[in-house]
């Protein structure tokens, strides 16, 4: 598991265009699928962390499209943890879909992850 968080790391740390960071980020990505076949339960959000991440990074380098099925699928993972893991996911996923001008479904998952928090 610290060797995924490594490439994360490394991932986030790589220059806006360069191919080592999604190498690094693909990497991960399998390593911890690879880890939920094991054990769906202990590896989940780990592999959540890892999409929602290359969501991020896809849309800090303009490609929305191919941050969206990693960001859905973050949100389909957290879902049944709930908490904050699916509230940063619900946020990542509305990040997306504001970027490809999708302004209605974004706003409707950030109210749902607005519901989510426990009040002040």
Same mark, same amino acid.
């Given at each position: 598991?610290?060797?995924?968080?490594?490439?994360?790391?490394?991932a986030q740390t790589r220059p806006r265009w360069g191919g080592a960071a999604f190498k690094s980020l693909d990497e991960a990505i399998a390593r911890s699928r690879v880890l939920v076949?094991?054990?769906?339960?202990?590896?989940?959000?780990?592999?959540?962390?890892?999409?929602a991440t290359g969501a991020r990074l896809m849309l800090r380098?303009?490609?929305?499209? %191919?941050?969206?099925?990693?960001?859905?699928? +973050?949100? #389909? !993972?957290?879902?049944? @943890?709930?908490?904050a893991p699916l509230v940063a996911s619900l946020h990542r996923l509305?990040?997306?879909? %504001?970027a490809l001008h999708r302004y209605s479904e +974004?706003? #409707? !998952?950030?109210?749902? @992850?607005?519901?989510?928090?426990?009040?002040?």
């Open positions: 598991m610290d060797a995924i968080e490594g490439l994360l790391a490394y076949g094991k054990s769906p339960e202990e590896y989940s959000g780990l592999l959540a962390r890892c999409l380098r303009g490609r929305p499209m %191919e941050a969206l099925p990693m960001a859905q699928e +973050a949100v #389909a !993972l957290t879902r049944s @943890a709930g908490g509305a990040a997306v879909l %504001e +974004a706003a #409707a !998952l950030v109210a749902e @992850a607005d519901r989510l928090l426990p009040p002040d």
